[in-house]
């Protein structure tokens, strides 16, 4: 039995509560990441029968103590039409945030998409876009120069093209992330800093 899916559980659950502020060539944006958003970024709602309405923290629990073959067993039968996007979303999501530093801004410009984020942070890997979707808590669709937005992540997609951001007037390298500590103050932040497991103190 693997259990990379409980890897990545336990990885993500020690960054809960941290605020980020992440700032790009022209623009600057606070993030809050949490416990709760994890299963939807990696599509674990896909393990579901289309009448469970599972989400959140109590999406996270029903799915933490099972293996990967269990995970991608309720995939198959629910909605199996998502599997490979899932086992993609898992085999890089880690990835992505480690390397989040490396990673650009664009517009999302996609007409027609359910995809609600109006930006992404996007990497490439494997000849893959991969596409982290940041919404306005506000429902700002622009970034105002030297303005701090705050954004939430909505979703994390892979796709073979830039099919979601060809029209995109903006495209910045991100030049820093830092976390908020207890102080208040900034100080530089990286996901690939030292993994150290808590009680997770979880919250929606």
């Given at each position: 039995m693997n259990h990379k899916i409980k890897d990545i559980m336990d990885w993500w659950s020690q960054f809960n509560?941290?605020?980020l502020l992440i700032s790009t060539t022209n623009s600057k944006f606070n993030i809050e990441i949490k416990t709760s958003i994890l299963p939807h970024l990696l599509g674990l709602q896909y393990t579901l029968e289309e009448n469970q309405l599972i989400k959140g923290l109590d999406?996270?629990?029903f799915c933490y103590n099972k293996s990967d073959e269990e995970i991608f067993g309720l995939?198959?039968?629910n909605n199996v039409t998502m599997l490979q996007s899932i086992s993609d979303r898992v085999d890089t999501f880690r990835y992505f945030m480690e390397n989040l530093e490396s990673g650009?801004?664009?517009e999302n410009t996609k007409v027609g998409t359910s995809i609600n984020s109006q930006h992404f942070i996007i990497e490439n890997k494997?000849?893959?876009i991969l596409h982290l979707g940041l919404l306005s808590v506000s429902g700002e669709n622009t970034l105002i120069e030297y303005t701090v937005?705050?954004?939430k992540l909505e979703t994390y997609i892979l796709a073979n093209n830039d099919k979601y951001y060809k029209?995109?007037?903006i495209r910045e390298r991100i030049i820093s992330i830092e976390k908020y500590n207890e102080q208040g103050e900034l100080e530089p932040f990286s996901f690939k800093e030292e993994e150290i497991y808590n009680d997770y103190g979880m919250d929606m």
């Open positions: 509560k941290t605020h999406l996270f629990y995939v198959r039968n650009e801004l664009v494997d000849n893959k937005i705050d954004k029209d995109s007037l």
